[in-house]
């Protein structure tokens, strides 16, 4: 299948089967997060995986939709490793983090969703919450987290998923 297929065939899961997804895929999952490009390479992402019934209950104790998915990431940055520009005059000393960290996770996705494991994109959480719940160092920013997993029967796109602006819209000529 063509990337843009993929693409087009993806949507957000909100309907997950229990069946764990094999470690065996996790690993592919996390190497394309591996593979993904960040400012001047330096890499300040850390992805927490979510698995054991312990850190899911953690997750299932704070006010995030978890949709019950039987496995979750959650990508962070590092504010002492991500790039800082220090010569933009809008931003003081502007800080790459939350884009580096969300090409990683948008990297995972897809590789996911090539392999049939299936997410939702989740930053509907308070990052004090999720950072104290699972005591994080303190340079280590929450970004995003995934519910990740196999479909259930019920699996269905929400309506917002057919709402897509048209190019005309949303792309400029300069
Ligand atoms: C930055 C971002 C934050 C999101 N946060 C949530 C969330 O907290 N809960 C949720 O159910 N979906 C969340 N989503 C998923 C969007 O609602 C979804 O991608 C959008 O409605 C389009 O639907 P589709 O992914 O099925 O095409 C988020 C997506 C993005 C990119």
């Known amino acids: 299948m063509s990337f843009l297929d993929l693409a087009k065939e993806r949507y957000s899961e909100r309907y997950f089967d229990p069946r764990p997804v094999e470690q065996e895929k996790i690993d592919k999952i996390l190497e394309a997060g591996r ?7 330096y890499q300040p992402q850390y992805t927490y995986v979510i698995q054991s019934e ?3 209950a953690k997750v299932r104790s704070m006010r995030v939709s978890h949709f019950n998915a039987p496995l979750m990431l959650l990508v962070c940055y590092d504010t002492e490793t991500a790039w800082r520009n220090t010569r933009d005059q809008w931003y003081d000393n502007y800080c790459s983090g939350e884009q580096d960290a969300t090409i990683v996770a948008a990297t995972m996705m897809y590789e996911a969703e090539e392999l049939g494991v299936h997410s939702v994109w989740l930053r509907g959480f308070d990052s004090q919450q999720v950072a104290e719940t699972f005591n994080l160092p303190k340079n280590h920013i929450p970004v995003m987290m995934f519910s990740m997993g196999y479909s259930s029967e019920q699996s269905k796109p929400s309506p917002l998923h057919f709402q897509r602006k048209p190019l005309e819209e949303t792309v400029k000529k300069l």
């Open 35 to 41: 593979t993904a490009p960040t400012a001047c390479n």
């Open 54 to 56: 312990e850190a899911l």
